[in-house]
């Protein structure tokens, strides 16, 4: 029953913006901590930036600076805005929750997102 629905994604220029949007829905208990994910053509997923129920928010050194992740709790969703795009920054953005939910009648302690494109070109 739970999901998560990224949307936002899309394709721009160099030096461009996006917001970066993710809601989560259905049997949810409780959610700790919500995060971005990425990835990039031939390469591993990776962390982009997470966020606790308290607002902490922790974002890796490729994208400080110009990323920033912030969520409404009252919503259950999780943001991404990203500025000064560069090509590198081109994958699909997975959202992730991590906290308890249902799914099918049996607990899960995590829950991903089917991901969204971002594509940053001349």
């Known amino acids: 029953q739970v999901q998560l629905v990224e949307s936002g994604g899309g394709s721009v220029q160099p030096g461009g913006s996006l917001r970066l949007s993710c809601a989560a829905s259905?049997?949810?208990?409780?959610?700790?901590?919500m995060g971005w994910y990425r990835q990039a053509p031939g390469k591993q997923r990776e962390l982009v930036a997470h966020?606790?129920?308290?607002?902490?928010?922790n974002v890796v050194d490729s994208v400080l600076g110009r990323f920033t992740i912030s969520r409404d709790n009252a919503k259950n969703t999780v943001y991404l805005q990203m500025n000064s795009l560069k090509p590198e920054d081109t994958a699909v953005y997975y959202c992730?929750?991590?906290?308890?939910?249902?799914?099918?009648?049996?607990?899960?302690?995590?829950?991903w997102g089917q991901g969204t494109l971002v594509t940053v070109s001349s």
């Open positions: 259905g049997s949810i208990i409780s959610i700790n901590v």
């Open positions: 966020i606790t129920s308290g607002g902490n928010t």
């Open positions: 992730k929750a991590d906290g308890l939910f249902e799914n099918a009648g049996r607990r899960r302690f995590e829950v």
